[in-house]
Nanobody
C-alpha cells in the first residue's frame, strides 16, 4: 500500500530552520507531483508548496515564498521542504501529499 512518512519536525526558535522529509513507498514516485500542506489547530489544512513530476516547476503559498524551498529526489523516493527564517505563525502540523495520498503529519513548533 502507499505510504508517505514525514519526518524532521520539531521545536525551533523564530528565525531558525528546519528541513522536513517525506519518504514515499508503494507508488511510482516519479509519476507524482508532490506537495506540502499545513494545518494549525482549529483551522483548515492549507497549501504550502508543491513540485511537479520532473522537479523543474514549483509553487508556493505567498506566506512562505522566499523562506521555504521544496525539492525532490526521485532516486530516494523522497520529497523535502527546507524551511528558513521560521516565524511563530509557521507553527502547524505539516503534511506531505501525493494526489489523493497523505502522510500522517509532522509537528513544527516555532517559539517567539
Amino acid at each position: 500500500q502507499v505510504q508517505l512518512v514525514e519526518s524532521g519536525g520539531g521545536l525551533v526558535q523564530a528565525g531558525g530552520s528546519l528541513s522536513l522529509s517525506c519518504a514515499a513507498s508503494g507508488l511510482t514516485f516519479s509519476s507524482y507531483a508532490m506537495g506540502w500542506f499545513r494545518q494549525r489547530p482549529g483551522e483548515a489544512r492549507v497549501f504550502v508548496a508543491d513540485i511537479n513530476m520532473s522537479g523543474d516547476s514549483t509553487d508556493y503559498a505567498d506566506s512562505v515564498k522566499g523562506r521555504f524551498t521544496i525539492s525532490r529526489d526521485d532516486a530516494k523516493n523522497t520529497a523535502y521542504l527546507q524551511m528558513n527564517n521560521l516565524k511563530p505563525e509557521d507553527t502547524a502540523v505539516y503534511y506531505c501529499n501525493a494526489e489523493r495520498f497523505w502522510g500522517q503529519g509532522t509537528q513544527v513548533t516555532v517559539s517567539s
